[in-house]
Nanobody, 119 residues
Framework: VQLVESGGGLVQPGGSLRLSCASSGLSFSSFSMSWFRQAPGKERELVAVISSGGSSTNYGDSVKGRFSISRDNAKNTVYLQMNSLKPEDTAVYFC?????????????WGQGTQVTVSS
């Protein structure tokens, strides 16, 4: 299983970025997909999650109204549109794929992509 994030970089406050996470080796449409982030010296936090079919989304309080998660099951890809970026959004952003059945959990992570918000 591979999850490969892309789209990170340096952006000015108030700017936008779109992260992508391309998956391979898993039944993508069976997994809920999430974005997490981790800033230096802080714990990893949930940014956004989208259900396997894409009909349900949830967001961390700090990004509500600014970030939007979406997925394209035909392309095995999940996206995170980030608008009105703030310096406190600076972190490494990780893609996660999760699925649970009655036997076990399946939990996969990407390697992360750096987002830096600075003037």
């Amino acid at each position: 299983v591979q999850l490969v994030e892309s789209g990170g970089g340096l952006v000015q406050p108030g700017g936008s970025l779109r992260l992508s996470c391309a998956s391979s080796g898993l039944s993508f449409s069976s997994f809920s997909m999430s974005w997490f982030r981790q800033a230096p010296g802080k714990e990893r936090e949930l940014v956004a999650v989208i259900s396997s079919g894409g009909s349900s989304t949830n967001y961390g309080d700090s990004v509500k109204g600014r970030f939007s998660i979406s997925r394209d099951n035909a392309k095995n890809t999940v996206y995170l549109q980030m608008n009105s970026l703030k310096p406190e959004d600076t972190a490494v952003y990780f893609c996660n794929a999760f699925r649970r059945n009655y036997i076990r959990e399946y939990d996969y992570w990407g390697q992360g992509t750096q987002v830096t918000v600075s003037s």
